[in-house]
């Protein structure tokens, strides 16, 4: 597949992943350059790179300790069917890092079938959890 998966903060190609959350996502439209940079530069993120050129990002927001929410997971439209996704998400939990997190959440609108073939299912127990969304 000549696929490779990185953690490399330097490779991140931060044009492209600004640009695909800001315009393409329906998750993060009109998210600030800042606040893109902001929230790699504090998470662990995960580039998908093919012939050197970034065409998936997965960002993952950790204490590396218990708990992980997994974010801005995209692959560029052109990829996508290709495994780029797949590949992704196992490196993800293939991670060294985040081997003894406990519990990783993450919100989709149409991703669950995905997801699943990874272990991610609904919350056991949703009225647990509570949510505060800035206006």
Known sequence: MNLE????PNRLDVGL????LSEDSYWAQGRALEVTRRAIANSLC????????QVGFA???????TFAWLADVFVVEEERGLGVGKALLAAVLAHPELQEVRRMLLATRDAHTLYAQFGF????????FMARQAP
């Open 59 to 65: 960002r993952v927001v950790t204490d590396r300790a």
């Open 5 to 8: 998966i990185s953690t490399d």
């Open 121 to 128: 299912r609904p919350l056991d127990s949703p009225d647990r």
């Open 17 to 20: 992943i600004h640009h695909f």
């Open 46 to 53: 995960f580039g998908a790179y093919r012939d050197g050129r």
